[in-house]
């Protein structure tokens, strides 16, 4: 029945024809009687109006849904592929888009691919079109985009039928399509195009280029070197090399956005972008003294820029030229007691669809060691690797000097890289061993490393596997842990579990001036509620009445939501929900992709790019201090006092970005101070909040040599033996004279209590302690200001600032310093940053 016939409709009858005139003419005094009469009718064509309305809604409703979401319900879905056309002969008009020659062609793939994809009734559903975009040698290579437009639900299933399709094409047997059309394929290989190479928010350009002969063509990023890259776009480089040779790309400037989830540059060892093919996804920057080079398989190479709406940043500019593939070494014969071999390119990017094998074979007799001082091997699950003597495959990165024995005098190493991710590759040494004698004059590890007899019980694990810390006898300056490792004496009940089996914190009870943590550690009375989880279980920050956002053991994010874990700055983790825990994060990274302090080495240029020296106008070097931005530098308090010099006064100072070299001062940026704000509860006598600003009279440009260290946040935490690094021209030993090259140093952040123990009670919850306990390596005089950085999330944090010690490198001495998370919320107040 029609609902509308249900009495929503209206028609007077021969039976309502009284009541219709009644309703006329009753004196309209009478009303209730009127409603009485007139009710049921009423209602019914209120009812009907209602119905009718809804009923017009839900018609509205479905034909907005149908013409305009249901076609956001189809996915624009495209593959890029390639095939061998083995029928064919490569003419030069080939490589013109516009020549008859190759329309003609590209007209016949195309029609030979739809006739591929109607072997798939799912694929013939949904195929819009296919376009080829260039071809190549061998016979006939053609690259091309086909495009499909695909239910949200049938995405998978249509991925998996071109996957499927194409398999049947792709292997060497050549097959003629559904034995229709002229062309001949085989090696059909298609990948789902990166959504981020079609968006229709992006600029596309495409730029083509052939490399003839022993010539060098370069490509540049729009606008390199006079202005930034656009944003939005996607540029390509489609590049071709003569028949028989491969391309060799160089980028001599390499200077994106770090976050390649904005801006990058993906390299493709083909003429479309198609993972299977690709070679690498590049962002940040890369030093011209050590560059990016890849090497192609054939004489085809493609190059994306790909930009969003933000990041301001040069580009890059690259050389192409032409290599025969075979002149690279790979692989052969070595003899002798001792030599070395590398991968090919080394140490460049080694080519995709290599494989080379070294015989090795030393006097006979003897074995071999096999060590790589590098070893950097595309790590998707080893699909590129290394392989030692028919052995299990090695890829990855492995530990500078990595060692590989064997029991014999021969050796057999395969390198084998697939068509895509490419990496540096490695270098290797080999060398003869006597089989009875494998570490002359060292300690063998039982990982087969050998190392100084004198790292043997000494507290540390320098073998990596602590072999040499195994059935230790130790001597009276160490504890005897139950499990047989040696530690040093001052680790005994300083709350740290340093043997491993607890022997060093048990019987400790906690001393007069101690805190006893909820999990029985003992910390120093004065750091609790001091804003630092010293207790490993916070329990000494809690319960304190002060103030704090979220509690002090987290951070918290612009949207006031808090975070446990600690350090989540800058960690690649969206932990916030709105990315203020990953905003800011262009700090901390050095330039180059490379890889006085006493004990220290020689810092490579740029790899302390933060690194500031703070002269005395027109006279020496004094002070270190660390760039956080364009206009502030952090330094230490004591550096700013007044004595005899006006060390206070903006105008007494000048500082040096960028200086690797004292001799080399006219070659940095010099800046001078508008002001210096050194902490109002700078204590002279004891260093407490050793820590000053100091504001530059004009803003500096980051380079490659100048940009800043990333801040922790208030609630960063370091754990005793975390690794960090010092840096400085200061004396490069107790009382010695300051270094001209900028020295780093590796030293280990020492537990607040231990060091309190050793300090003779002088550290305060605003200090913390690194430095090497055996002696040796330290900050020293003319260091101090200057930053003790953290490593975390591949970024370098401003963890301290050099302040004070007990001489320079003495044993049981460790380096003080400023503790800057402590300082976060001063430092942020002062400079916005
Ligand atoms: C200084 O005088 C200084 N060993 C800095 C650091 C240390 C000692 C002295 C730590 O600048």
């Known amino acids: 029945m029609d609902p509308m016939d249900g009495g929503m409709r209206y028609t007077p009858g021969r039976s309502d024809k009284d009541w219709d005139q009644g309703v006329t003419f009753l004196p309209a005094s009478d009303n209730k009687k009127l409603e009485k009469k007139r009710g049921p009718a009423r209602v019914r064509v209120i009812v009907g109006l209602v119905i009718l309305a809804a009923v017009l809604a839900l018609i509205v409703g479905v034909l907005v849904w149908h013409f305009h979401f249901r076609k956001d319900l189809n996915l624009q879905k495209i593959y890029t592929g390639s095939l061998r056309i083995t029928n064919q002969a490569f003419v030069n008009e080939y490589e013109n888009p516009d020549s008859a020659e190759f329309q003609d062609l590209a007209k016949q793939v195309s029609s030979q691919l739809k006739l591929m994809y109607s072997e798939s009734p799912l694929l013939t559903k949904y195929y819009v079109g296919s376009r080829v975009q260039a071809f190549s040698e061998g016979s006939v290579i053609a690259y091309y985009e086909s495009d499909f437009t695909v239910p949200v639900g049938q995405a998978a299933a249509v991925d998996q039928a071109v996957s499927d399709l194409t398999n049947t094409y792709s292997s060497t047997k050549s097959r003629r399509i559904a034995n229709q059309g002229v062309l001949i394929f085989d090696h059909v290989v298609t990948s789902v195009l990166d959504t981020r190479l079609f968006s229709n928010a992006r600029t596309n350009t495409r730029f083509s280029q052939h490399t003839r002969g022993t010539a060098e063509e370069i490509i540049k990023s729009p606008g390199f070197p006079d202005s930034p890259y656009p944003p939005n776009s996607v540029v390509q480089w489609q590049l071709r090399g003569d028949q028989g040779f491969a391309l060799k790309l160089s980028f001599d400037t390499f200077n994106l956005e770090q976050n390649c989830a904005n801006d990058f540059v993906r390299v493709y060892d083909s003429l479309v972008p198609m993972d299977k093919f690709l070679l690498a996804e590049k962002c940040g920057y890369y030093s011209p003294s050590d560059p990016l080079t890849f090497i192609s398989t054939r004489n085809v190479m493609l190059v994306t820029l790909v930009t969003n709406d933000n990041g301001n940043y040069p580009g890059f500019r690259a050389r192409v030229s032409q290599i025969k593939r075979d002149e690279l070494p790979c692989g052969g014969t070595l003899t002798g007691s001792s030599g070395n071999f590398q991968s090919p390119n080394f140490p460049n990017y080694y080519s995709p669809n290599t494989t080379c094998q070294w015989n090795i074979e030393v006097p006979a007799g003897k074995f071999i060691k096999l060590k790589f001082p590098k070893f950097m091997v595309s790590t998707e699950s080893c699909a590129d690797y290394v392989q030692i003597a028919g052995k299990s495959k090695l890829c990855g990165q492995l530990a500078t000097n ?76 160490m504890i005897q842990c139950k499990n047989s490792f040696c530690k040093p004496m001052f680790f005994l009940c300083d709350g740290v579990n340093d043997c491993g089996d607890g022997t060093d914190e048990i ?222 021209w200061g004396a490069t030993r107790e009382g010695g004279s300051g270094a001209i090259v900028l020295q780093k140093a590796r030293v280990r952040i020492i537990n607040g209590t231990t060091c309190d123990k050793l300090m003779s009670g002088q550290i305060t919850s605003r200090m913390m302690c690194a430095g090497v306990l055996t002696g040796g390596v330290d900050a020293c005089q003319g260091d101090s200001g200057g930053p003790l950085a953290y490593l975390s999330s591949e970024r370098m944090y401003l963890a301290g600032v050099v302040s004070w010690g007990d001489g320079c490198a003495r044993k049981n001495k460790p380096g003080i310093y400023t503790n800057v998370p402590k300082f976060r919320g001063w430092i942020k107040e002062k400079t916005g940053v």
Not at 535 to 559: A, I, K, L, P, Q
Not at 575 to 582: A, I, L, Q, T, V
Not at 584 to 596: E, H, I, L, T, V
Request: proline share 4%; charged share 25%.
């Open 507 to 728: 019987n400790c009870g906690c001393k007069t001036g101690e805190f006893k943590c909820s999990n029985d550690q003992c910390i120093s009375e004065k750091m609790k509620c001091d804003g630092n989880r010293d207790c490993t279980d916070g329990s000494d920050e809690e319960g304190c009445s002060r103030e704090m956002s979220c509690t002090v053991s987290t951070f918290t994010c612009n949207n006031n939501k808090c975070i446990t874990k600690n350090n989540p700055q800058c960690d690649g983790q969206d932990d916030c929900g709105d990315g203020s825990d990953e905003s800011n994060c262009n700090c901390g990274k050095k330039a180059f992709k490379s890889s006085r302090v006493v004990g220290g080495e020689d810092a490579v240029v740029g790899e302390f790019p933060w690194q500031v020296s703070l002269h005395i106008k027109n006279m020496a070097h004094v002070c270190g201090a660390s760039i956080i931005s364009e206009r502030w530098l952090v330094t230490a308090a004591h550096c700013v006092q007044d004595d005899k010099i006006k060390y206070s006064q903006p105008s007494t100072w000048e500082a040096y970005l960028g200086l690797h070299t004292q001799k080399d001062k006219q070659t940095a940026t010099k800046r001078f101070l508008k002001q210096i704000i050194p902490h109002p509860s700078y204590n002279p006598y004891t260093y407490d909040n050793d820590i000053a600003l100091m504001e530059l009279d004009s803003a500096v440009t980051y380079s490659d040599t100048i940009r800043p260290i990333c801040l922790p946040s208030g609630t960063d935490v370091y754990n005793s033996s975390d690794s960090v690094i010092i840096t400085g």
């Open 402 to 477: 990595y060692m590989v024995t064997g029991n014999s005098s021969k050796m057999t190493v395969v390198f084998y890289s697939d068509s895509s991710y490419v990496d540096r590759g490695f270098s290797a040494t080999y060398e003869a061993y006597e089989p009875t004698d494998p570490c002359p004059e060292m300690y063998q590890c039982e990982n087969k490393r050998c190392v100084k007899p004198t790292m043997r019980c000494d507290g540390w694990n320098d073998c990596g596997d602590s072999s040499d810390e195994k059935k230790c006898q130790c001597d009276s300056s």
